[in-house]
């Protein structure tokens, strides 16, 4: 699936070339545990082989996958999504900030806590990777007063970017988290559990 300008940051590409790459599409939600472990091996053991030995051969995109039985997947997902939309360069950055930080937006750690109070939290985590605290808090405020046409449910900066990524997933009919797509085709083969020295593997058999 095509990836739209506005969520370039979510592509994690070690050259940028006008040929066709292979591509690994990531469906993963930052308060599933399988997600976390997924992102951590890759971000941290496998991006750096990835570098060294395929450089522009391969691509992978960061599907942001909201699991909506975890009410504050929701509020992770738009913090993810303004960070896009302010500096796209620190999303990964962000988002390994963020699943260091999981456990503290699970349920028990967030049910008592209003909304903003967990966008408070979100917006200082990533100025811990140099992203604007308050120009974060902008975007994921919402405010306790009708908008002036009276509506009630306003939304808040990134409803709209929050939408579209909604959409596409439904599209591609992913459920699990993590998911993951090999050239737009899901790749079994593939998951959570996987060390670094099976990806190498992986790779090894899988990337020209």
């Known amino acids: 699936m095509a990836l739209a300008p506005k969520f370039a940051g979510q592509k994690f590409a070690f050259a940028n070339s006008a040929q066709a790459v292979d591509t690994l599409e990531l469906y993963l939600d930052y308060v599933c545990p399988f997600s976390k472990k997924m992102f951590h091996t890759l971000y941290h053991d496998v991006f750096p082989i990835v570098e060294k030995k395929y450089g522009p051969k391969v691509q992978f995109i960061f599907r942001q996958h909201i ?45 008592n806590e209003p909304r903003n109070k967990s966008y408070e ?37 990134v409803t709209n970017e929050l939408k579209l990524l909604v959409k596409a997933n439904r599209l591609t009919g992913v459920h699990v988290t993590p998911t993951v797509l090999f050239n737009g085709i899901v790749e079994t083969g593939i998951s959570s559990g996987m060390t670094k020295d099976q990806w190498e593997e992986w790779l090894e058999k899988n990337i020209g």
């Open 121 to 157: 939290r979100l917006a200082k985590l990533a100025a811990g990777v140099g992203i604007d605290e308050k120009e974060l808090l902008k975007y994921l405020w919402v405010d306790d007063k009708p908008a002036a046409d009276g509506s009630l449910n306003i939304g808040n900066g």
């Open 67 to 111: 699991q909506p039985w975890h009410p504050s997947s929701t509020l992770t997902h738009e913090a993810g999504v303004a960070v896009l939309k302010i500096q796209p360069e620190k999303f990964y950055a962000f988002s390994a900030a963020l699943y260091d930080k999981q456990t503290e937006f699970f349920d028990v750690n967030i049910v």
